[in-house]
């Protein structure tokens, strides 16, 4: 609450302007062409500087120049607020330049503008379940009560609603009336859509749903469905022999039944999960190539669009200034055409001020991580907090936080989110400060090399690690281990 607090205090000292600065820093790349299409939209004094549109700029001079409305201009001039009105600084020639920002050379190549990008056609959980929905033998007010069912389920496929509540929605907002007998016979026929084991209320019933979909003479389908029937719970806690001598089962039976356990979905809406566009797919906001030892570093093309004042508004303002009769509605527009104007200067700005916040923020990353960047291996990886780069970059450390938690930077290794480079430091026996994330990685090795049949327990791990001069606890092993979401070794064991 104190934090929330702070931050309300902050947020009161910035301008509207520093605000949607900040506010901007965050767009990612994947929906900034999107930002900057709203701005377009609601700006008309900017527009592209390659496709700039010429009747936009005819239709608006229109707006405020059409012959048929001159004659209701008063041409008193005397209101204080139209007198004086400096344009000198917006119909200077030579100040095209307000888009130079793009740093047109090797690092920044101009995109293919007439490239096709494919758009993704997606068919959302819910939609994939009431297309099933027509193909049942239901009347109109049944059809209604089986669209509420489908409307309560979770995105993960699960319907956690009570039924008491879904019969209450459709007496409240629909107006039908029903019972919970008959919500749960509709509820069996929405069980048998695809994907298997969608409507269940809990794991236990949503994998015995899709076991029953299987061969039910196999042996192994069997020995699975008893496994989760009777014995859900000693499953789950891996108590095998408790689950062998209740259903006189032999290890191969065992093995076999469990191997068919766990190729079942325990989500199994979560391939059908609607994503909004920044998140259904990653665009990297940098690019980093290693060309002989030498690490080149470009941001992605997509956040230096080319943007500029429209010729259109400042051909208006140019007039106005030609002009010797001057009335009090040729000075209202041409205070809304300042006011436009200014608007696009501060966007243009605001993106420029981006484009070289990304750029100074991934520098430093880059030069502190180096031997990350030239050979993939995170053991490399130096101890790096937001303060160490906000002091290199004398940006904030919020800023630099922003960038971090927003951003992506694609390399010959991977995708990586910035946030992935920082980390606390560890001490060794040596005394050498460490990164933690190299303790992960040591401790990730560690497990995945070790006997499944006799897992190692965080004692041994503590134990390995300071063998290999790292001082770390026991607590800290489990910390970093369930970090890594990697289970205790009791639930790492295998047959």
């Not at 008309?44 to 700029?57: C, H, I, M, T, V």
């Not at 039908?176 to 695809?194: A, C, M």
């Not at 994998?207 to 989760?228: C, E, H, N, S």
């Not at 919020?398 to 991977?414: D, M």
Request: aromatic share 8%; with cysteine; net charge negative.
């Amino acid at each position: 609450m104190l934090k929330q607090t702070q931050q309300q205090k902050l947020l009161q000292k910035l301008s509207p302007q520093q605000i949607q600065l900040m506010k901007l820093l965050q767009v990612p790349t994947a929906v900034l062409e999107e930002r900057i299409k709203e701005e377009l939209e609601e700006n008309p004094a900017l527009e592209y500087g390659e496709e700039a549109q010429e009747d936009e700029f005819k239709e608006t001079q229109e707006e405020f120049t059409t012959p048929e409305e001159e004659d209701e201009f008063e041409p008193d001039g005397s209101e204080n607020e139209y007198d004086n009105i400096d344009i000198s600084e917006y119909v200077s020639e030579g100040d095209d330049d307000i888009a130079d920002y793009r740093l047109r050379d090797d690092n920044y190549p101009d995109p293919d503008e007439n490239k096709t990008i494919p758009v993704r056609v997606e068919t959302s959980f819910h939609e994939h379940l009431l297309a099933q929905l027509g193909m049942l033998a239901l009347d109109e007010r049944q059809t209604s009560i089986a669209e509420q069912i489908i409307g309560s389920i979770d995105d993960d496929g699960y319907l956690r609603r009570e039924i008491s509540a879904i019969v209450d929605d459709l007496s409240f907002s629909q107006n039908v009336s029903t019972d919970e007998e008959e919500i749960k016979d509709l509820i069996k026929k929405i069980q048998e859509f695809d994907p298997p084991g969608i409507c269940a209320t809990d794991l236990k019933e949503c994998l015995l749903l899709q076991l029953k979909r299987k061969i039910q003479d196999d042996p192994g389908v069997m020995g699975a469905y008893q496994i989760l029937e009777n014995y859900f719970d000693e499953f789950t806690k891996k108590h095998y022999e408790k689950i062998q001598k209740g259903l006189n089962m032999s290890d191969e039976a065992l093995k076999e039944a469990i191997g068919q356990i766990i190729r079942l979905t325990p989500k199994p809406g979560g391939n059908y999960a609607t994503l909004n566009k920044a998140e259904s797919y990653v665009i990297p906001d940098f690019f980093i190539l290693n060309n002989n030892g030498k690490l080149e570093l470009s941001l992605n093309s997509k956040n230096a669009p080319d943007l500029r004042i429209s010729e259109g508004y400042r051909d208006m303002l140019k007039d106005y200034d030609r002009g010797d009769k001057k009335d009090k509605r040729q000075k209202e527009a041409v205070l809304f055409i300042k006011q436009k104007i200014d608007a696009a200067k501060w966007f243009i700005d605001a993106i420029k001020q981006r484009q070289h916040t990304l750029l100074s923020t991934m520098e430093s990353i880059m030069g502190y991580q180096r031997e990350f960047f030239l050979t993939g291996d995170e053991t490399t990886m130096r101890p790096m907090i937001l303060k160490d780069i906000a002091d290199i970059t004398q940006l904030d450390i919020s800023t630099v936080s922003r960038v971090a938690n927003s951003k992506y930077v694609q390399t010959e290794f991977g995708t990586f989110k910035l946030k992935f480079f920082f980390s606390e430091s560890l001490s060794t026996d040596s005394g050498e400060e460490v990164s933690t994330r190299e303790v992960k990685k040591i401790l990730s090795d560690l497990i995945e090399g070790e006997n499944k049949r006799k897992p190692l327990s965080d004692e041994n791990l503590t134990k390995m690690l300071q063998d290999k001069g790292y001082n770390i606890a026991r607590r800290t092993v489990a910390k970093y281990r369930e970090q890594l979401n990697i289970p205790v070794a009791r639930l790492r064991k295998e047959l």
